[in-house]
T-cell receptor, first 113, second 112 residues
Framework: DTGVSQDPRHKITKRGQNVTFRCDPI?????LYWYRQTLGQGPEFLTY????????KSRLLSDRFSAERPKGSFSTLEIQRTEQGDSAMYLC???????????FGQGTRLTVV | GNSVTQMEGPVTLSEEAFLTINCTYT??????LFWYVQYPGEGLQLLLK?????DKGSNKGFEATYRKETTSFHLEKGSVQVSDSAVYFC???????????FGSGTRLSIRP
């Protein structure tokens, strides 16, 4: 399978718990993106990596959110002290250079109860 | 800042009808423009793209032309099918290509 892979597909957690999601991009892609999508809305940009460097973070990414891409391959997105407002679909995408399409994974659906 | 505005849905059409979904953008520089589609239960996938003014992107019978003078990238299809029922997102890649910015999406439903 050469697509973008995300794990887990679904996560239910209690408010206040920490969660971590993983994204494996397409192997030759050096750019990796995280987005959040809520019902009825388009994906909102969260952060962007080129190789292992995190080059941009959205204002949406509060201090409770952190993302890493330690070896320029897979990436993790951690949310600490989850809140009900964090419930959303978290999407990962990758691309190999500017002005080309980004390929999206199936997403991780987070439900905070 | 850069943004994308697309017509609100839902849009409901009969099979074989003509489809237009309007999209306009605000951007500095020369963005690339995209239409992504999300079929029920599936992830986002690229439908078509255009990277410079007057380019026409096309795929699966859908077309969109990059109009810099009107800052638009409207999606059209001459004869829709039930299988085209999905959510369609207009998007742009800013000139630094650090991210893709999406519109809010238009849900399309096609009646047999």
């Amino acid at each position: 399978d050469t697509g973008v892979s995300q794990d887990p597909r679904h996560k239910i957690t209690k408010r206040g718990q920490n969660v971590t999601f993983r994204c494996d991009p397409i192997s030759e892609h050096n750019r990796l993106y995280w987005y959040r999508q809520t019902l009825g809305q388009g994906p909102e940009f969260l952060t962007y990596f080129q190789n292992e460097a995190q080059l941009e973070k959205s204002r949406l990414l509060s201090d409770r959110f952190s993302a890493e891409r330690p070896k320029g391959s897979f990436s993790t997105l951690e949310i600490q002290r989850t809140e009900q407002g964090d419930s959303a679909m978290y999407l990962c995408a990758s691309s190999n250079r500017e002005d080309t399409e980004a390929f999206f994974g199936q997403g991780t659906r987070l439900t905070v109860v | 800042g850069n943004s994308v505005t697309q017509m609100e849905g839902p849009v409901t059409l009969s099979e074989e009808a003509f489809l237009t979904i309007n999209c306009t953008y605000t951007a500095t520089g020369y963005p690339s423009l995209f239409w992504y589609v999300q079929y029920p239960g599936e992830g986002l996938q690229l439908l078509l793209k255009a990277t410079k003014a007057d380019d026409k992107g096309s795929n699966k019978g859908f077309e969109a032309t990059y109009r810099k003078e009107t800052t638009s990238f409207h999606l059209e299809k001459g004869s829709v099918q039930v299988s085209d029922s999905a959510v369609y997102f207009c998007a742009l890649s800013d000139s630094s290509a650090s991210k893709i910015i999406f519109g809010s999406g238009t849900r399309l439903s096609i009646r047999p």
